[in-house]
């Protein structure tokens, strides 16, 4: 068995290299059974060469050793790994929005016709609670 990484398989347009299910199981510390089982489950999900075969990349080798620090060091459940696997992705993609957000308020705050006096006025979300006078009787 080659500890060999495979190339992207066909169609990628990565330079990433990508290791056939075996080396992969074998850098992961797994079976390959396992990989397939986590493939199916949606917990990692290898790239597909035009035959079907799964190419598992080095992102993919870390996040199978995470879940298994997860399932045995932590006593997390399957169902539980890909519940943070998932939040896990989100809060990455938020945080990425987010810089773009940033970035492209810069550009306009750098623009030279930027007008700051443009902008509509902050509402006030103060609440006012009216309550009657007592009255003399």
Do not use: C
Request: charged share 30%.
């Amino acid at each position: 068995m080659s500890t060999d990484p495979k190339r992207a398989p066909e169609g990628s347009s990565a330079r990433a290299e990508y290791f056939v299910i075996s080396v992969a199981a074998q850098l992961a510390g797994m079976h390959a059974q396992t990989l397939r089982t986590y493939d199916r489950l949606g917990l990692v999900t290898p790239q597909r060469t035009s035959g079907g075969g799964r190419r598992y990349s080095e992102r993919d080798v870390e996040l199978l050793r995470e879940v298994q620090r997860l399932s045995q060091d932590e006593g997390v459940n399957l169902a539980g790994i890909k519940r943070i696997i998932e939040l896990t992705n989100q809060v990455s993609e938020l945080q990425q929005r987010v810089v773009e957000l940033s970035a492209a308020l810069e550009r306009e705050r750098s623009r030279p016709d930027y007008r700051p006096e443009l902008l509509p006025p902050q509402r006030n979300t103060a609440l006012v609670v009216w309550q009657p006078r007592n009255r003399r009787r």
